[in-house]
């Protein structure tokens, strides 16, 4: 059953406490003439604190789809952990040298080969508006068992499993 909150800290802590699992996302941007397009993307960040930072070379597609349509959507997919979280909000090129030193990791190399010198690099803020989540219980017996009941009862809210829509800006 899905549930809408107001943002609160336990609703917040539990959206940061996924997207520190998952770490990985698929950052979904409009283009000029209406289509979606989504691409992986690793958020950079020790803690969720309503913001998600990305890296990306600022001559790129996603960066000039932000600049024309900031909505944007990120969505993980934490199998392991039998749970997926969506993030909706307004995204934001940054280029600031002291919050791209903070954020920087060694794996980043790959895509950006001169480090922080790299021509190009910006980060992608995105502040995050609504978080809905979905988690299952960890149990592969407990799941099998709801979803049987809820396949013979045709009730879903037999499946073990919360689902809560948080808003985490006013």
């Not at 940061?16 to 409009?30: G, H, S």
């Not at 009862?153 to 073990?160: I, L, Q, R, V």
Request: hydrophobic letters at 40%; a negative charge.
């Amino acid at each position: 059953m899905t549930q809408t909150t107001d943002s609160t800290e336990d609703g917040r802590a539990k959206v940061a406490e996924l997207v520190d699992q998952a770490r990985f996302c698929m950052l979904t941007t409009m283009t000029d003439d209406g289509r979606h397009v989504s691409r992986p993307m690793a958020v950079q960040g020790v803690e969720f604190d309503g913001d998600l930072w990305f890296f990306v070379d600022d001559g790129s597609d996603k960066v000039a789809q932000v600049r024309s349509h900031p909505q944007v959507n990120a969505a993980f997919d934490d199998g392991d952990h039998q749970a997926w979280t969506s993030i909706s909000g307004a995204a934001e090129v940054v280029h600031d040298r002291a919050k791209m030193e903070e954020l920087w990791s060694q794996p980043l190399e790959i895509w950006f080969s001169d480090g922080l010198d790299t021509p190009g690099i910006a980060l992608l803020k995105v502040h995050a508006e609504t978080a809905e989540y979905w988690e299952a219980s960890r149990s592969r017996v407990k799941r099998l068992i709801g979803a049987v009941r809820a396949a013979v009862t045709g009730d879903p809210d037999k499946y073990p499993a919360d689902n809560e829509t948080t808003r985490l800006q006013p």
